[in-house]
């Protein structure tokens, strides 16, 4: 079930309120429960990599929970929505951490859910998600979530997607008596030691108000149907890097364009202050570039004219299957950790080795490079 006002997305609509009102007016679809803090689109293929595999991560993490297995007791595929996906010894061992760590929170008397779903309908109709595990133990709420992300680290401190989740198991009158609430953030492939961080009932009310304020600025936005011309409607800030239709705002590309002509213009070294500032505006402003990649090749495809670009067919090798790479390395007695490409893994262990074992594996790969001409 989609919502609206999904908890995965809450960091941003909470704070630009009028982003939801954009992805409306672009016929955006809503916004799925899932892999969000590490979405960004491959810059060769516009496709969604990190998701997909976070998707199959959390599958797996479901299934060994929900049939109190282990991971290494699945087979080497998982099908979702009708399409196998691959299974990897990496994946394995880290959704391994991310089992055994919630099997530790599940006392005897603990009443566990995964993947529980839940619509926060006295705020608002269009609220609600999914939890990867909720725990209750008396009077105490656990919500646990897995992050299969590697580069963007996500902490349970204050945390508005979980803490959504909690709000939706204490309800508008807290039948079930909670007292203390904490949020798990595991992200075993940053960090082994989950982030933990305890609330109570008190702090999460004050955290509701929060966000029926944001809705209702967000319903406001919506029922006009029209976007505000004022630039200060639209809020700037490292949720900007997980907007979907970041490429489309006209803030942002403001934004950019200024930072651009600063950049250009100031010649003397910049002090630590706006170095860190122009740090956390830059890991946006990558976003923003990659998603004006994405957008200038889809409309090249379509037929569209971009003056100054075009598309280029090009091919990278790539392995025909993960798992028969495993065991070739398996076979062959060569340690691998983490499965590199094949020019990765060729140029650790030499050439001349590595087409010995793994060359009738590998396959050309064709994608699709925007160039300028």
């Not at 939706?168 to 007292?179: A, R, T, V, Y």
């Amino acid at each position: 079930m989609h919502h609206l006002f999904a908890p995965s997305s809450s960091n941003r609509w909470l704070e630009c309120h009028v982003s939801i009102a954009l992805e409306r007016a672009l016929s955006l679809p809503f916004e799925g429960e899932g892999e969000d803090e590490e979405d960004d689109c491959d810059q060769e293929t516009g496709g969604n990599p990190f998701a997909q595999e976070g998707t199959t991560a959390h599958a797996l993490g479901e299934w060994c929970l929900q049939h109190g297995k282990n991971t290494s007791q699945h087979p080497n595929a998982i099908t979702i929505k009708g399409v196998q996906q691959l299974i990897t010894t990496e994946m394995r061992y880290n959704v391994q951490l991310y089992v055994d760590y919630i099997r530790s929170l599940i006392q005897p008397n603990t009443q566990a859910m995964y993947e529980k779903y839940n619509v926060l309908d006295w705020i608002d109709s269009d609220l609600g998600g999914t939890g990867d595990y909720i725990g209750i133990t008396g009077d105490v709420l656990d919500v646990g979530d897995l992050k299969y992300g590697q580069f963007h680290a996500v902490t349970a401190i204050n945390n508005t997607q979980l803490m959504t989740y909690a709000l939706g198991m204490i309800g508008k009158s807290n039948p079930l008596g909670i007292k203390k609430v904490r949020l798990h953030i595991i992200q075993p492939r940053i960090n082994p030691v989950p982030s933990v961080w305890e609330t109570t009932v008190d702090e999460l009310r004050l955290f509701e108000q929060r966000v029926k304020k944001a809705i209702k600025a967000a319903r406001q936005y919506l029922d006009k149907g029209t976007l505000p011309l004022r630039q200060n409607a639209y809020v700037f800030g490292e949720h900007c890097g997980f907007c979907r239709v970041i490429a489309d705002c006209k803030k942002v590309g403001t934004m950019y364009d200024k930072e651009s002509e600063m950049e250009m213009m100031k010649l003397e070294k910049m002090n630590e202050k706006v170095l860190a500032k122009r740090l956390q505006r830059a890991k946006v402003f990558k976003r923003y570039i990659v998603k004006l990649e994405v957008d200038a090749k889809a409309r090249l495809k379509d037929g569209e004219t971009v003056p100054g670009f075009a598309l280029e067919h090009c091919a990278r090798r790539d392995w025909k299957s993960e798992g028969a790479v495993w065991s070739a390395a398996k076979k062959a007695g060569i340690k691998v950790s983490t499965l590199a490409s094949p020019k990765e893994l060729f140029e650790q262990i030499g050439h001349k080795r590595g087409h010995e074992v793994f060359g009738k594996l590998v396959t050309a790969k064709p994608f699709i490079k925007l160039i300028q001409v």
